[in-house]
């Protein structure tokens, strides 16, 4: 199968801070360098990786570094990664809106992107003036807008309102109509971005399906970026992880998950051993938390129903008995209550033979429902009274748990229920 | 696919930067319905929401050309080659607002329209093109006014008006063409160079009023003849002015004031707007590329 779509070396650099009114000089300062003197650019020569979080040392960033990969024809690829890691980006170059620093872009066929549903509505328009003025900025010509319009009307279902103007709609409408202009559209390549997010629950139904309907067309291929992991693992067959600009993986899409969901735990752990927001006479302290999954994989996020197991490393000061150690950890939601708790006390755990100061909690089944949990522990000698915590932190780290089809047979589950336990159970009639 | 793939069946390239001279006249052609579609969407939501309409493009020239009876023929009392103060006016108040418009239109088209253009890719210069091509409606309702005037006048006053159009009134056509291409030209350098420095912006609105009074249309080139400023003759310099030969002639044409200003002069106008178009599109290709970064 030949590739549809091939990057190579592709670079994009951003200034850094507000474009001020020394740009008149820095043009010309680079006018000098490189047409009279004969130099290279001077200002591709500075800049620095994207780390959104680390101070800039230079006014100059790179958006997105050297990306090289293709796509084969047909292929679904995902592209996932964290806010500001170049997912944008490089969707906007592929799209043409903007032009890479360095490298290029090859592609066979028509290329169609959707980086907002609705490009170009104007308000005072009616519904159907308005598909017709979307579709023709989407690349298509009028008959086939014309040829389709029944079909996207239906799809959308505003049929009542089609010809009111699109300012009397409500949001949601709008929406509905700029994605069935969107995904009537049929070019070779099509570059999608998170526009799935929006609508109510039977639409959202809806598109998702529209979406496997026409990724699943014989030579279609598709780029699709979210933040969903769900849609990614449901939608595409292969996936690349953007870390700061770069790739930094790239593979099947059920790994290319994984491997997302395994790099967000250094923003969770790093600085346990210096909180200072815990409680405890400090003769024990625990230093990391670390999931795992069930392949020992370190891991920042669970599918609900998974095994999970989370790693304790300790410190201790003087001698310290383990055999009278116990050990309380909590999940906690964001209101502050306890969710669920796991006492070694009670399950008769002894300690005395921890070796390098680590020990687990399995947790066969994390039977939660979707959404994300502090974790929180205590640890005590000899009893569990107040007097004997040597360390207790309150939100220690944070446990997202991501929805998945949890019951058999079952969809999705819901993100907005709840932090509540999941038990298993089947309805009958 | 029967269509002809350069480099290998790869349809599409996207590099760093296009040769300055790649502009892409076939893909232009492609988008001809985006094209039409913009052209009528400038036109319906102009006036939509409004109780009179369209009748407003009758309106604004109307005052217009009733302040510059009272400030100019009255006050200052300057002579309107024998033409009557109205239709002599609102001869040059058609043609001018058309090239303001298109003018002030297409120097803001990435400005006013980054939100469509940082989504989305379509040929750029199509929303200039569209600006330009809906602004010759509001354009044909003010013609027709300045027909209607005129017929007034010749019924009216026909025993002691001296006007009446002449063969150079064909010219009408060209003429428009000379004024929208220039309008365009001028308009997408404007608008290409406003993406990095918006000083530009406020610069450019007080330039085209000023423009005004450059270019003959509350007086006729004939008072400028004869004068002249440091040592050259002031209606030279005043022809230097691409816009000048162009409305001289329209009123020469139609109204058959003044004198032809000769076809030198028309066609320095024509190799005026021929150049600004080329350095504008080449200007603009260039900066379409790169512009939402500095927007």
């Known amino acids: 199968m030949p590739s549809a779509i091939e990057f190579e ?38 800049g620095e990786t994207n780390d959104r979080a680390a101070a800039a040392t230079s006014d100059f960033v790179w958006a997105l570094r050297d990306i090289d990969f293709k796509v084969e024809q047909g292929e679904v690829l995902g592209i996932i990664g964290k806010n500001g890691a170049g997912k944008s980006t490089l969707l906007k170059l592929l799209s043409k809106v903007t032009g890479p620093t360095t490298g290029q872009i090859r592609a066979r066929g028509r290329i169609a992107s959707l980086l907002e549903v609705g490009t170009g509505f104007h308000p005072e328009l009616t519904g159907r003036e308005n598909v017709y003025m979307n579709g023709a900025i989407l690349g298509m010509t009028r008959r086939e807008i014309t ?26 409408m709008s929406v509905r109509l700029g994605f069935a202009v969107a995904s009537h559209l049929d070019p070779e390549i099509m570059v999608v971005d998170e526009v799935l997010a929006v609508g109510d629950a039977e639409f959202q139904k809806k598109a998702i399906g529209k979406m496997r309907e026409i990724s699943s067309q014989e030579g279609r291929t598709v780029l699709f970026v979210s933040h969903n992991m769900t849609s990614i693992r449901n939608l595409c067959q292969s996936g690349i992880v953007l870390e700061n600009g770069m790739v930094s993986f790239s593979g099947t899409a059920e790994q290319a998950v994984s491997k997302y969901l395994s790099i967000n735990q250094d923003e969770n752990t790093q ?29 920042v996020d669970t599918f609900a129903g998974d095994p999970l197991t989370i790693e304790f490393h300790l ?6 008995d383990f055999s009278k150690m116990i050990v309380a950890v909590k999940l906690i939601d964001n209101y502050g209550t306890t969710v669920t708790m796991w006492v070694s006390d009670e399950s008769k755990c002894d300690f005395s033979a921890i070796r390098d100061g680590v020990f687990s909690l399995d947790i066969p089944h994390l039977n939660m429902r979707p959404n994300t949990y502090n974790l929180g522990f205590q640890i005590s000698l000899g ?12 939100g220690a780290a944070k446990v997202s748990v991501i929805n998945n089809s949890f019951f058999e047979k079952g969809v999705n589950l819901k993100e907005d229920r709840g932090y509540i336990p999941l038990i298993d159970a089947k309805f009958r009639v | 696919m029967k269509k002809q793939q350069p480099e ?25 319905d985006l094209w039409f579609l913009f052209v009528k969407r400038n036109i319906i939501t102009q006036y939509k929401q409004t109780i009179l309409g369209p009748v407003w493009f009758v ?11 009272v400030v100019f023929g009255g006050i200052a009392g300057i002579p309107t080659d024998g033409v009557p103060e109205a239709l002599f006016y609102l001869a040059g108040v058609c043609m001018w607002q058309y090239f303001a418009d298109c003018l002030g239109k297409t120097a803001n088209t990435f400005v006013d329209n980054a939100g469509i253009f940082g989504k989305v890719y379509f040929p750029r210069l199509i929303i200039p093109l569209a600006n330009v091509t809906s602004n010759l409606v509001r354009f044909g309702i003010q013609l027709a006014l300045y027909v209607v005037v005129y017929i007034y006048f010749v019924l009216a006053h026909g025993d002691h008006v001296t006007c009446a159009p002449n063969l150079y009134a064909l010219l009408f056509p060209a003429l428009v063409l000379l004024l929208a291409g220039l309008a365009l030209g001028f308009g997408i350098i404007t608008s290409s160079m406003t993406t990095k420095y918006r000083d530009l912006q406020v610069l450019f609105s007080f330039i085209v009023s000023l423009w005004m009074y450059a270019t003959p249309i509350v007086y006729p080139l004939s008072q400028v003849a004869g004068r002249s400023l440091y040592g050259m003759s002031l209606k030279t310099l005043m022809c230097l002015n691409p816009v000048t030969p162009i409305i001289e002639t329209f009123k020469y044409g139609t109204l058959g004031a003044g004198e032809f200003v000769g076809w030198g002069w028309l066609g320095y106008s024509l190799g005026f707007a021929v150049v600004v178009l080329l350095v504008g599109v080449l200007i603009f290709n260039r900066v379409q590329k790169s512009f939402m970064d500095t927007v």
């Open chain 1, 315 to 320: 410190e201790t000061r003087g001698e310290v």
């Open chain 1, 147 to 172: 040829s389709k319009l029944d079909e996207i009307i239906q799809f959308a279902g505003v049929e009542k309102y089609i010809d009111t103007p699109t300012k009397r709609y409500s949001s949601g």
């Open chain 1, 9 to 46: 070396h592709i670079s994009k650099q951003y200034r850094l801070g507000v474009v001020s009114s020394r740009t008149l000089g820095a043009d010309l300062g680079r006018w000098w360098q490189m047409s009279v003197l004969g130099k290279e650019d001077p200002y591709l020569k500075v």
């Open chain 1, 271 to 299: 600085k346990l051993r210096d909180r200072t927001d815990r409680i405890g006479n400090g003769r024990i302290r625990v230093t990391d938390i670390v999931l795992k999954n069930k392949d020992g994989e370190v891991v």
């Open chain 2, 8 to 32: 290998g069946g790869w349809t599409t390239v996207i590099k760093p930067r296009n040769s300055l001279f790649a502009v892409n006249f076939k893909e232009i052609w492609d988008y001809r």
């Open chain 1, 383 to 394: 009893t569990t009274g107040m007097n004997d915590w040597c360390d207790a932190i309150g």
């Open chain 2, 59 to 69: 309106i604004q020239p109307v005052m217009t050309v009733i302040m510059y009876m």
